[in-house]
């Protein structure tokens, strides 16, 4: 039970699944170090603003934090393996001069060197080189699927620990003979983009500088049936995610009671801003409402979308990210941010063809050319460096060139100067973020996004509203992407959020 009693308890919504599945997923989950550094870089954290004091703080011990961060940690890999149709496990680059990565060159020196010195001896010493084939043949025997009899039985008797040792006692050890072996093995079992790799190996002759390379190129082969384990546990990792994130969060609440608080700020202000009609022009409110005329109540759903929209327009340095929601905030910024270059895209396409002579903005290939002219102009915005106002600018001057041509190909009157200064003017008011023209594509993202995210897959895609047209393909892009992560967010996480608004929305 919950340590907090105003705060849902799930684990009973979660026992569809039998407890193999679960086992199975957890297993699924658990042991991919070179994952768990992926996922963690890939989540940056935000500046907490001070917390909400809702639940009581709790002492925790030691055990109890690492537990909660290795929940945490595998609840997060799973995510992102889910969410993620991209997610690929990568080798371990240490940073260029770093103390772990000297430290690491040191140490494999010293072994090799030893190696070296051993079978430089006279008779050679093998000690060393037999540890090495009986890590190589576990790793070899690891590859294999249980169907692969044949194969592991000619890994099992070639590479015999115990024979192996007779025969160096007896100096009767053909070390160059397990080597081919051992990469002829290697080669049967590696991926095809290995190929390549454990052919260079035959052409090297010395055995300490064979050693290093053949276990080079394990590692990489590691890597690879890591990724192909992904690949085989996606689809049955999309059966269970659901009830293992709700489960994992469930855990996660129960020694950390406050684990809620943002998610509950985070709906009471959307239920605010719906019920006085805040930010009305700036974000849709939707899905109706409920209750007497004199105080509308909005269903849960419509403030749930609402909270959603909310994201796309959150300030990530001054304000905490609702804990249900952390793991996809990275998402939920590069979704903001192709927003924002597609509002500035859209109110410059929009002016530069209201300008311009009706007989060339319906042209494909104008407009076309003109929209790829200031996509790349603006293809840094996510960047530090760049400055709006510059590239507008510039724009400005590439727009009216572009309008120019057209019109004189077309043998229409050309440009004014009086006309080409007022468009450069208004391309440049569009960096204003209060510039009429940029507000109203703002407001009708928006309101496209809210009814794709109302409609979900059960209706024909929505009209994109007037003035988005150019826009169209990329915005459906964006909606696409921004609809299945709040589906699926909701699919883990609406429990909760009907227990927070049962709270929020009571009629007076």
Same mark, same amino acid.
């Given at each position: 039970? /919950?340590?907090?009693? =105003?705060?849902?308890?799930?684990?009973?919504?979660?026992?569809?699944?039998?407890?193999?599945?679960?086992? =199975?997923?957890?297993?699924?989950?658990?042991?991919?170090?070179?994952?768990?550094?992926?996922?963690?870089?890939?989540?940056?954290?935000?500046?907490?603003?001070?917390?909400?004091?809702?639940?009581?703080?709790?002492?925790?011990?030691?055990?109890?934090?690492?537990?909660?961060?290795?929940?945490?940690?595998?609840?997060?890999?799973?995510?992102?393996?889910?969410?993620?149709?991209?997610?690929?496990?990568? *080798?371990?680059?240490?940073?260029?001069?770093?103390?772990?990565?000297?430290?690491?060159?040191?140490?494999?020196?010293?072994?090799?060197? %030893?190696?070296?010195?051993?079978?430089?001896?006279?008779?050679?010493?093998?000690?060393?080189?037999?540890?090495?084939?009986? !890590?190589?043949? !576990?790793?070899?025997? /690891?590859?294999?699927?249980?169907?692969?009899?044949?194969?592991?039985?000619?890994?099992?008797?070639?590479?015999?620990?115990?024979?192996?040792?007779?025969?160096?006692?007896?100096?009767?050890?053909?070390?160059?003979?397990?080597?081919?072996?051992?990469?002829?093995?290697?080669?049967? #079992? %590696?991926?095809?983009?290995?190929?390549?790799?454990?052919?260079?190996?035959?052409?090297?002759?010395?055995?300490?500088?064979?050693?290093?390379?053949?276990?080079?190129?394990?590692?990489?082969?590691?890597?690879?049936?890591?990724?192909?384990?992904?690949?085989?546990?996606?689809?049955?990792?999309?059966?269970?995610?659901?009830?293992?994130?709700?489960?994992?969060?469930?855990?996660?609440?129960?020694?950390?009671?406050?684990?809620?608080?943002?998610?509950?700020?985070?709906?009471?202000?959307?239920?605010?801003?719906?019920?006085?009609?805040?930010?009305?022009?700036?974000?849709?409110?939707?899905?109706?409402?409920?209750?007497?005329? =004199?105080?509308?109540?909005?269903?849960?759903?419509?403030?749930?979308?609402?909270?959603?929209?909310?994201?796309?327009?959150?300030?990530?340095?001054?304000?905490?990210? +609702?804990?249900?929601?952390?793991?996809?905030?990275?998402?939920?910024?590069?979704?903001?941010?192709?927003?924002?270059? #597609?509002?500035?895209?859209?109110?410059?396409?929009?002016?530069?063809?209201?300008?311009?002579?009706?007989?060339?903005?319906?042209?494909?290939?104008?407009?076309?050319? #003109?929209?790829?002219?200031?996509?790349?102009?603006?293809?840094?915005?996510?960047?530090?460096?760049?400055?709006?106002?510059?590239?507008?600018?510039?724009?400005?001057?590439?727009? %009216?060139?572009?309008?120019?041509? %057209? #019109?004189?190909?077309?043998?229409?009157? *050309?440009?004014?100067?009086?006309?080409?200064?007022?468009?450069?003017?208004?391309?440049?008011?569009?960096?204003? *973020?209060?510039?009429?023209?940029?507000?109203?594509?703002?407001?009708?993202?928006?309101?496209?996004?809210?009814?794709?995210?109302?409609?979900?897959?059960?209706?024909?895609? +929505?009209?994109? +509203?007037?003035?988005?047209?150019?826009?169209?393909?990329?915005?459906?892009?964006?909606?696409?992407?921004?609809?299945?992560?709040?589906?699926?967010?909701?699919?883990?996480? /609406? *429990?909760?959020?009907?227990?927070?608004?049962?709270?929020?929305?009571?009629?007076?």
């Amino acid at each position: 039970m /919950s340590e907090n009693p =105003d705060k849902p308890n799930i684990n009973e919504a979660g026992k569809s699944k039998s407890n193999g599945s679960e086992q =199975d997923l957890e297993d699924a989950v658990e042991g991919s170090d070179e994952a768990l550094q992926k996922t963690k870089s890939g989540s940056p954290s935000t500046r907490r603003v001070q917390r909400p004091h809702s639940s009581p703080p709790r002492f925790v011990t030691v055990e109890e934090l690492l537990e909660t961060a290795k929940g945490v940690t595998n609840m997060a890999l799973a995510h992102e393996i889910v969410v993620n149709g991209d997610f690929r496990i990568k *080798p371990v680059e240490l940073p260029e001069d770093s103390l772990e990565k000297r430290v690491k060159e040191i140490v494999h020196k010293a072994f090799w060197d %030893c190696l070296s010195v051993q079978l430089s001896e006279d008779p050679p010493t093998y000690d060393h080189a037999i540890k090495l084939v009986g !890590e190589i043949k !576990e790793t070899l025997l /690891s590859f294999l699927l249980p169907g692969h009899t044949r194969l592991r039985n000619q890994i099992t008797e070639v590479l015999d620990l115990d024979l192996i040792k007779q025969e160096a006692e007896n100096g009767a050890l053909d070390i160059s003979k397990l080597a081919e072996f051992i990469i002829g093995m290697m080669g049967t #079992l %590696c991926a095809p983009a290995r190929d390549e790799e454990v052919k260079k190996l035959k052409d090297i002759k010395e055995i300490v500088p064979l050693f290093r390379a053949i276990f080079s190129v394990l590692d990489l082969m590691k890597v690879d049936m890591a990724n192909f384990a992904v690949t085989s546990i996606r689809p049955h990792l999309m059966q269970q995610s659901v009830e293992y994130e709700r489960k994992k969060f469930q855990q996660l609440l129960e020694k950390q009671p406050n684990s809620l608080d943002f998610v509950t700020q985070w709906l009471e202000e959307a239920a605010d801003d719906l019920m006085n009609q805040k930010y009305k022009n700036a974000l849709p409110a939707g899905g109706g409402a409920t209750g007497s005329e =004199d105080s509308p109540m909005p269903n849960p759903v419509a403030v749930q979308n609402y909270a959603y929209l909310k994201l796309l327009k959150w300030d990530h340095l001054q304000k905490p990210f +609702p804990e249900t929601v952390l793991m996809d905030q990275v998402r939920f910024q590069e979704l903001q941010l192709q927003l924002e270059q #597609l509002t500035i895209l859209g109110a410059v396409l929009l002016v530069s063809f209201s300008m311009a002579a009706p007989g060339i903005s319906s042209q494909a290939d104008f407009a076309e050319k #003109l929209k790829m002219i200031v996509k790349i102009l603006l293809t840094d915005m996510h960047l530090p460096s760049f400055h709006l106002k510059d590239a507008l600018t510039t724009i400005g001057e590439k727009v %009216c060139l572009e309008v120019s041509s %057209c #019109l004189a190909l077309c043998g229409l009157t *050309p440009f004014t100067a009086e006309k080409e200064a007022v468009l450069k003017g208004q391309i440049q008011a569009v960096a204003n *973020p209060d510039d009429p023209i940029r507000r109203i594509m703002d407001s009708r993202i928006l309101i496209f996004l809210e009814s794709y995210l109302a409609t979900g897959h059960q209706k024909p895609v +929505p009209t994109v +509203p007037g003035g988005l047209g150019p826009v169209q393909r990329e915005l459906e892009e964006v909606a696409i992407k921004f609809v299945r992560l709040v589906n699926y967010n909701k699919l883990v996480f /609406s *429990p909760y959020y009907d227990v927070i608004l049962s709270k929020v929305l009571v009629p007076p």
